[in-house]
């Protein structure tokens, strides 16, 4: 498996050896032990998969207090995903990552606790699959503003199809500072 770092701390692009032939391919998509020696402790507590059609933008969610760590990856299709720093007192807050995951080249994202995260859908469908560090928790669930002007994200979608939630996100300047997760050296 190859690691790409990313320039935000924590966050990874992981590509797994993947075994293929005219029959199809087999990868391992995760195992504790190779995992942990890369910096990805977990423990992964609840596995998701969403499916969502071209021009969907999930996000940009996290968790605070109850965080969750995820590692994303596309079962079929391809998203355009971003992990953005949110962490007062990071030396990288405001600042984002953003990687085109597909089925074609199996690459995972790991979005470390202290992170916002989102998608948007390029292909004409995605399953998205993801394993989380912590539990849902609607109750320290919120949404950053998908299209904050201070992020500076270049979405692949000018126009995305968003839910109510994700719309009526909030700009990362007006979030109280108490409500967001806390850099830790």
Not at 132 to 140: A, E, F, K, L, N
Request: hydrophobic share 35%; aromatic share 12%.
């Amino acid at each position: 498996m190859k690691v790409i770092a990313s320039h935000l701390s924590g966050v990874k692009i992981i590509e797994p050896q993947v075994f293929g032939d005219e029959r199809g391919y087999f990868l391992e998509s995760w195992q504790q032990k190779r995992y942990q020696e890369i910096g990805i402790d977990g423990p992964f507590v609840q596995s998701n998969v969403s499916k969502s059609n071209r021009g969907v933008l999930r996000g940009l969610h996290f968790q605070n207090p109850n965080p969750q760590g995820k590692l994303v990856y596309v079962l079929a299709g391809e998203v355009y995903d971003v992990a953005v720093d949110i962490r007062v007192g990071s030396p990288t807050f405001g600042q984002h990552h953003g990687v085109l995951l597909s089925e074609k080249d199996h690459r995972q994202f790991y979005v470390p606790e202290g992170f916002a995260h989102g998608f948007c859908v390029l292909s004409e469908r995605a399953i998205f699959g993801y394993m989380c560090t912590g539990y849902y928790d609607q109750s320290s669930e919120a949404t950053l503003l998908w299209n904050d002007h201070a992020l500076d994200i270049d979405w692949p979608l000018k126009e995305p199809q968003l839910s109510a939630k994700d719309r009526a996100g909030v700009r990362l300047k007006d979030f109280d500072e108490a409500l967001l997760p806390i850099f830790e050296k």
